[in-house]
């Protein structure tokens, strides 16, 4: 059987391994270091977010800042339904409660005439959520100038999940600078990696100190082990920091390869549509720029001769490439399945009918011709 062509593989550059040896000769392989300083330096510099702390995750990020937040038990906060659970089980950590809001049509994201409505019920029963966690999907920016105007029309603070959004932007303010807080994620299959690692930002210096806190087992500041605060271990490693500064010196590239990657496989389906099918693509609406971390379809057998999702997914399996299907809304999750959710049927079609292409930014042309010559076979079999 040929090679696995992966949905998202790492993509290492020239001066990772450069970062880690220096890591390695100096002895900084512990938590914190220079790596770890200039790395959040870096992200400060390519989200324009005025602080940055380097964590072990994204959600580690999420949990922090709901901590920051005051979030408790029985608190409400909000969340957009269609993303990773990364999103929503950080307010499981605190007994807070998740109420889940639908996506609208243009963007996949969380929908601000639905949250508008959810918040205005909520403050008419008297709790309003102590936050709400919109999530850039795929690398799309949500409608953030909507959400944050809702959000301060409630006074309710919005934690800004870009985990998968590094690079993208909106008229040129990144994604990740909007909320109270931006999350980032560099899990391995993510636009940039550090294996596996994250990010809190924010324009607020003494939150950011007290995220680095918590995130370092809350020690005081004494010559024993002191705490009087309940502690994490989630700073980022020096080691990891310095994949990280290898990482980010070819954010760009990155972008451009997933940018083009899309831009193939668009110009690709234009012949089978043309041909009477229909797939969709996750389009940018105007001054809206994405990273396009994964490329992704929707394919509604009603329009497309009744060809569905699962036909090209197991296809595809079966030629050893991955694809994977849209994520599935939280709303939908058994975990969740109690949780108030405001809903439009948005992200439940999404979920029916959609499916994420091989996007990794190291695709090379000979691959894309095993992917190409799969999805022929698979639409002569349906024309």
Known sequence: ????????????????????????????????????????????EQTKSSHAAALSSGTSAIHLALILLGVKAGDAVFCQSITFSASANPIAYQGAIPVFIDSESDTWNMDPVLLKAA?????????????????????????????????????????????????????????????????????????????????????????????????????????????????????????????????????????????????????????????????????????????RWLTCIVVDPTKNKGLTREVIRLAMDEENIETRPLWKPMHQQPIFASSKSYLNGVSDKLFENGLCLPSGSNLTGEEFDRIFNCLDIIFSKHS
């Open 119 to 291: 918040l205005e019920e909520a403050k008419q029963n008297g709790k309003l959520p102590k936050a709400i966690i919109p999530v850039h999907l795929y690398g799309m920016p949500a409608k953030m100038e909507d959400i944050t105007s809702i959000a301060n029309e409630y006074n309710v603070p919005v934690i800004e999940d870009a985990a998968e959004a590094l690079g993208s932007n909106i008229e040129n303010k990144p994604c990740g600078s909007f909320g109270e807080f931006g999350v980032l994620s560099f899990n391995g299959n993510k636009i940039i990696t550090t294996s596996g690692g994250g990010a809190l930002l924010s324009e607020n210096a003494k939150m950011i100190e007290k995220a680095r806190f918590l995130a370092t087992q809350a020690r005081d500041s004494a010559p024993h082990y002191q705490h009087s605060h309940i502690g994490y271990n989630y700073r980022m490693s020096n080691v990891l920091a310095g994949i990280g500064r290898g990482q980010l010196e070819v954010l760009s590239d990155r972008v451009a390869a997933r940018r083009n990657n899309f831009e193939r496989y668009k110009n690709y389906f234009a012949k089978h549509n043309n041909a009477g099918f229909n797939i969709q693509f996750q389009e940018e609406p105007q001054g809206y720029y994405s990273n």
């Open 1 to 44: 059987m040929s090679n696995k062509i992966w949905l998202s593989s790492p993509h290492i550059g020239n001066n990772e391994l450069q970062y880690v040896n220096e890591a390695f000769a100096t002895n900084w392989i512990a938590p914190l270091g220079p790596h770890v300083n200039a790395f959040e330096h870096g992200l400060q």
